[in-house]
């Protein structure tokens, strides 16, 4: 789950790192009551939840009040687009507002999870800022990396090495190694999927500030965080995945045109291949579960159908507790609920599959039976043609 800057900010405060001074508005009146304890500059930040802000006009700098409201009424309501937001950008709804940093240094510091090693790896740049993407494809050695042995957690000398290793003055290094080990506690502490400090930085009077603040929260921890679910925003979040997430689908939504719905991730995942394979692109994965029945059928096919992209529907179903004839009666009635005029691709298999294939031959809906998954998946392509 993601969650907004200032929402970040609270949470690192809370383990002893320190952020900027300020607070939230929605309105220009808001913003200016939020300014009234800060000096002059402040700092106007839109609150959406997608990076490269700065970027894209949505982080400025005022020197006096008048800048303030002017930049409040520029930023509140604006569709800001960015290189993570897409080309339809996304509606600014608040705007934090803090106190100006005199910046010495821009440093960059994350924690993440490696896959490859199965450890949390800590990393630090020089070059923080608003090019970090460059940095780590154009000169990859800029960034210094730490390991994290999970029993020991980050120590002492790894941040230590990180600070010097990114060319930090030993002052700078006292106030640097303290906020990496509390960024790593946040990190276990608040079971995050990702923690990133860009820029993380170093005033003129050496003092380590988290100027930005980007963490993610891993989903299937939230049930034992409270407060962190209190954090939603499903404003930032695509309608469709919304709606699916509340009826218990797994659905994410993609940018081809063929509607799939499959059940099991792996299936789900295996169909998305084979459709591209033949050509097409999938519109979605959605995966409806192994259990699934007639009610969440209607349910996920109401939400491909909502997608004004989709131009064709593939369901792919492995019977296995899932009764296939179940599953038929599950897609026949949703046919004629929504009487769905696209052409639908059905490939059943498993636990009565043979009924489930009477049952819809004799639907009086036209639906264009697959008996194999290159066979569903040529059959999409024929009727995105037609
Ligand atoms: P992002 O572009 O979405 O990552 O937003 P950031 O919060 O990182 O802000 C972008 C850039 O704005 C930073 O890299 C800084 O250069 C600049 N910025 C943000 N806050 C301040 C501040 O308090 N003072 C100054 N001088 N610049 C700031
Ligand atoms: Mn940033």
Redesign the pocket.
Known sequence: MKIH?FQAKAILAKYGIPV?RGGTATTPDEAAKAAADLSY?V?V?AQIH???????G??K?AKNKSELEQHARAIIGMNLV?HQTGPQGRRVKTVLI??????AK?LYLAVLLDRSTARLVMMASAA???DIEEVAAHTPEKIVKAQIDPTVGLADYQARQLGFGIGLSATEVKAFAPLAKSLYAAYVAEDLSLAEI??L?ITKDAKAIA??A?LNIDDNALYRHEASRALRDTDEEDPLEVEASNAGLNYIKLDGNVGCMVNGAGLAMATMDIIQLAGAAPANFLDVGGGASQETVSKAFGIILKDPNVKAILINIFGGIVRCDRVANGVIAAAKGLSIKLPIVIRLAGTNAKEAGELLASSGLAFKVATDLKQAAAKITEALKA
């Open positions: 800057e900027p500059p700092v930040k997608a990076g490269g802000r700065g970027k894209g949505g982080v700098l960015t803090e106190q100006g940093v005199d910046i821009e923080g800022g608003m860009n820029p930085v100027l930005d980007k």
